[in-house]
């Protein structure tokens, strides 16, 4: 893994939550340790079935690299929340494990907390490009961008993004309760409460199929509006 000659630079918690990657993620991994960042890995298994442990097992080896294992599959909120837990560093992001998203806009999208321009960054799909997504998850995308700003005041384009960055100290001292795909509206809804300002940077994103090993769903989407609603007016 690459490590910036500065020791004085921001270290990157980057955390991968995991279930039944194992095609995929040794390329993302490759990916991200060739990052010009001072970094460690926290690797989530969400008690993949395929062959995904036995990668894990000999990343459990690699330096600046932590691997957490769920004895039950509990969803991507958990594994998330478990790999917070154990994040150390200046600044936190989210990658996920299936290279829907392209690893090398990690830079981009920690670039504005490191200038100190704000203490939470999302990486857009729809300020950058979007490749092979399907018209009712555009829709869906769009609804939900245009609940946070109707509901939070806040103008984001892409509420559902995977690139999600944070200062450490703002995003471990919020109490997440989410278990699946939720943890896109609750963390952003919690967020924006606080009185955090939300920058974006496009990215580049090329949707897979279900049959490529999608997981989330329409039942996802409505769980999402449901979220964001409840952290408004309920909680």
Not at 32 to 37: A, G, I, M, N, S
Not at 116 to 127: A, L, P, Q, W
Request: proline fraction near 5%.
């Amino acid at each position: 893994m690459p490590e910036a000659t500065d020791t004085s630079a921001p270290l990157i918690s980057i955390i991968i939550p995991i279930f039944n990657e194992e095609e995929l993620l040794p390329t993302v991994l490759t990916e991200v340790r060739k990052l010009p960042l001072r970094m460690e890995l926290i690797l989530v298994d969400d008690c993949s079935v395929d062959g995904t442990r036995g990668i894990l097992e000999l990343e459990e080896q690699r330096p600046h690299t932590r691997v957490l294992y769920h004895e039950r599959n509990r969803g991507k909120g958990a594994a998330i929340v478990t790999g917070l837990k154990s994040a150390t560093g200046d600044i936190v992001i989210v990658q996920d494990a299936d290279m829907e998203y392209d690893p090398n806009d990690i830079v981009k999208v920690v670039q504005p907390i490191i200038r100190g321009e704000t203490r939470v960054c999302y990486g857009s799909r729809f300020m950058g490009s979007v490749t092979g997504m399907r018209l009712p998850n555009r829709v869906a995308n769009w609804i939900l961008a245009k609940m946070v700003s109707v509901l939070y005041g806040a103008r984001i384009t892409d509420e559902a993004t995977a690139y999600k960055a944070f200062r450490r100290e703002v995003i471990q001292k919020i109490p997440l309760m989410c278990q699946r795909f939720e943890f896109c509206p609750e963390v952003t809804a919690k967020v924006l409460r606080t009185g955090e300002k939300v920058i974006e940077v496009p990215v580049v994103y090329r949707a897979r199929t279900f049959e490529e090993g999608k997981k989330i769903g329409y039942r996802d989407f409505i769980i999402a509006v449901k979220t964001l609603l409840y952290y408004r007016f309920f909680k």
